[in-house]
């Protein structure tokens, strides 16, 4: 375990880190989980292995600290990540980034290029969502204000999310949870997707096949971002199939 302070409070995001050939490969996860325990397997996998591998948890979830003066927008958490990353002596790294985890990516390649040689985003938020209450994820958090959630609104969510999801969302902070939910529902400005359609690095998105063709997808692949369906598999693509994920990534950063 590593970890490096972020901001002026002297808060700290904290990651696993695996030694390996350079470039780095970072590995971010989603709303309410962690990395080490949604990529671990894949970081380690044949097709994946040997390069240096930094498995983050952004600062609210995991093994991060959990500050209360902290905004949890996306471009607060992109701006605390890349001081990670410098902290660590990354730079060009491979971004392995998944759900809102993608989304802070997007943003983090946007705003500190220079830390970012290659995108691999994984079923990532690309846009805003409206907010629907009494439903799992960020629209349903979000339809809670953060005095309602504290309060009892979290107790909702874990009842809806089920025990595999709450088994790391539980490890986040109830405001970092609260806030971070708002912002990746409200989306950036330009969104998520303009940002990505107007980056020049390398960039693929993975997707469950099940879910069909991908909102947008015309316009992603004609400025360069390569889509790849992966079968046998919902959301949590690296989990709910595991060969199949640690291919479709080999592939993709194996891409020019």
Same mark, same amino acid.
């Given at each position: 375990?590593?970890?490096?302070?972020?901001?002026?409070?002297?808060?700290?995001?904290? /990651?696993?880190?695996?030694?390996?050939?350079?470039?780095?490969?970072?590995?971010?996860?989603?709303?309410?989980?962690?990395?080490?325990?949604?990529?671990?397997?894949?970081?380690?996998?044949?097709?994946?292995?040997?390069?240096?591998?930094?498995?983050? *948890?952004?600062?609210?979830?995991? %093994?991060?600290?959990?500050?209360?003066?902290?905004?949890?927008? @996306?471009?607060?958490?992109? *701006?605390?990540?890349?001081?990670?990353?410098?902290?660590?002596?990354?730079?060009?790294?491979?971004?392995?980034? %998944?759900?809102?985890?993608?989304?802070?990516?997007?943003?983090?390649?946007?705003?500190?290029?220079?830390?970012?040689?290659?995108?691999?985003?994984?079923?990532?938020?690309? *846009?805003?969502?409206?907010?629907?209450?009494?439903?799992?994820?960020?629209?349903?958090?979000?339809?809670?204000?953060?005095?309602?959630?504290?309060?009892?609104? /979290?107790?909702?969510?874990?009842?809806?999310?089920?025990?595999?999801? /709450?088994?790391?969302?539980?490890?986040?902070?109830?405001?970092?949870? %609260?806030?971070?939910?708002?912002?990746?529902?409200?989306?950036?400005?330009?969104?998520?997707?303009?940002? @990505?359609?107007?980056?020049?690095?390398?960039?693929?998105?993975?997707?469950?096949?099940?879910?069909?063709? @991908?909102?947008?997808?015309?316009?992603?692949?004609?400025?360069?971002?390569?889509?790849?369906?992966?079968?046998?598999?919902?959301?949590?693509?690296?989990?709910?199939?595991?060969?199949?994920?640690?291919?479709?990534?080999?592939?993709? @950063?194996?891409?020019?």
């Amino acid at each position: 375990m590593r970890s490096a302070v972020v901001t002026k409070g002297e808060d700290r995001i904290r /990651w696993v880190e695996l030694p390996g050939a350079e470039p780095a490969r970072v590995y971010v996860h989603g709303l309410g989980a962690t990395a080490p325990a949604y990529f671990a397997a894949s970081a380690v996998h044949p097709l994946l292995a040997g390069h240096r591998s930094l498995l983050v *948890d952004l600062l609210g979830h995991g %093994h991060s600290d959990r500050p209360e003066q902290f905004s949890y927008t @996306l471009e607060a958490h992109a *701006d605390a990540l890349a001081a990670a990353l410098d902290s660590a002596g990354v730079t060009g790294a491979e971004l392995i980034a %998944h759900s809102m985890g993608g989304a802070v990516a997007i943003v983090l390649a946007h705003r500190h290029p220079r830390l970012v040689s290659r995108l691999v985003l994984v079923d990532a938020n690309l *846009d805003p969502v409206p907010v629907v209450p009494r439903t799992a994820g960020s629209s349903g958090i979000a339809s809670y204000t953060e005095e309602e959630f504290s309060a009892g609104g /979290w107790a909702e969510v874990r009842d809806r999310v089920g025990a595999h999801w /709450w088994s790391t969302m539980r490890l986040a902070g109830r405001s970092a949870l %609260h806030r971070s939910a708002v912002h990746l529902a409200a989306g950036t400005t330009p969104t998520m997707r303009e940002l @990505l359609l107007e980056l020049k690095i390398p960039r693929s998105y993975l997707l469950p096949e099940a879910d069909g063709p @991908l909102a947008g997808a015309e316009a992603l692949r004609a400025a360069g971002v390569d889509i790849v369906p992966v079968p046998d598999c919902g959301h949590n693509i690296m989990l709910d199939n595991p060969e199949a994920f640690a291919r479709a990534t080999a592939d993709a @950063l194996a891409r020019g």
